[in-house]
């Protein structure tokens, strides 16, 4: 029916555990699931958080994300249904689209808002945190905002489409996002019922895969398979590569990995420093008007 993983293989990542989303509301009253940056996983180095939201019912999500600070990390916004309008005081603004991202720098201080720009109809996207090392978490703030078709989709045998949101594949294609202070890949895979989907990653980098449709089988440490179900995260081991293969039903899956910074994190609501002391002064220098 389709290739089996070779269980000798070291190189190869298992599923080291799963996790599944809690409920979570944030922003204005937001209803979403907090897969990464909940007691079950406070994160996966350098990723401080994954929040996924996806509801048709307005009242989850109408109230949106007014103005709020963030120093010391950087938001990605991947939405794949509706619209977001975003604002920050660095003079950046404009809409979200389906498909399309929106990776933010805070460095060392950006005050923003992210508000739907629908008033009924699905909204759905994931928002990732990723640290910066304490050498860069002052630096200016940047922004990067790309629509669906500046982002690359490879094809490959079997009608598997991987669009590259960050980082390059292993047959070369390049997203639109490159941070070598992480060096993260971000790509977002469909596959056709029963196929194999098998990419390299650089073996000290921390990976996840998070499944948004369909089921995805992967091995677990000890070779055994693990059915992975829609908004199940799988923390996948270090080694070389990643096999995850779709059931009947075909599979829709982020696979995400990045290099751990390995660094002490303190964490003040939306602030993400080295130290306590690094995290009051960001709230005296909110308050200050300095951001
Ligand atoms: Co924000």
């Known amino acids: 029916m389709q290739q089996s993983a070779n269980n000798s293989d070291p190189d190869i990542r298992r599923v080291s555990r799963v996790v599944r ?82 990776w933010m720098t805070a460095g060392r201080g950006i005050v923003h808002s992210e508000m739907p720009q629908q008033q009924a109809g699905l909204l759905e996207g994931f928002q990732l945190w990723v640290n910066l090392p304490a050498q860069h978490k002052m630096d200016a703030p940047a922004y990067q905002e790309h629509p669906v078709d500046a982002i690359p989709v490879e094809v490959r045998a079997g009608g598997i489409r991987v669009k590259v949101i960050a980082g390059v594949t292993q047959t070369g294609t390049r997203g639109p996002v490159v941070q070598p202070l992480t060096e993260p890949l971000y790509l977002d895979v469909e596959l056709p019922p029963g196929q194999v989907f098998s990419e390299r990653l650089p073996s000290a980098h921390n990976g996840f895969c998070y499944v948004i ?51 002490p994190v303190a964490r003040g609501g939306p602030f993400v420093m080295n130290t306590k002391a690094e995290i009051r002064q960001a709230y005296d220098d909110y308050a200050a008007g300095l951001f």
């Open 21 to 102: 989303g809690m409920p979570a509301t944030d922003g204005a009253g937001v209803e979403l699931t907090r897969v990464i940056g909940q007691p079950a996983l406070p994160m996966l180095d350098p990723f401080l958080l994954l929040d996924a939201f996806r509801s048709d019912r307005p009242g989850d999500y109408i109230a949106g994300f007014p103005q709020h600070p963030h120093r010391g990390f950087e938001t990605v916004t991947y939405l794949l249904a509706g619209r977001m309008r975003h604002e920050d005081s660095a003079g950046h603004q404009g809409v979200i689209e389906p498909g399309g991202i929106q």
């Open 213 to 263: 449709e369909g089921q995805v089988e992967a091995e677990d440490a000890d070779g055994g398979v693990v059915m992975l179900q829609r908004d199940d995260l799988a923390v996948l081991s270090h080694g070389n590569s990643v096999e995850l293969r779709s059931g009947d039903l075909g599979a829709r899956c982020l696979l995400i990995a990045g290099r751990p910074l390995n660094e």
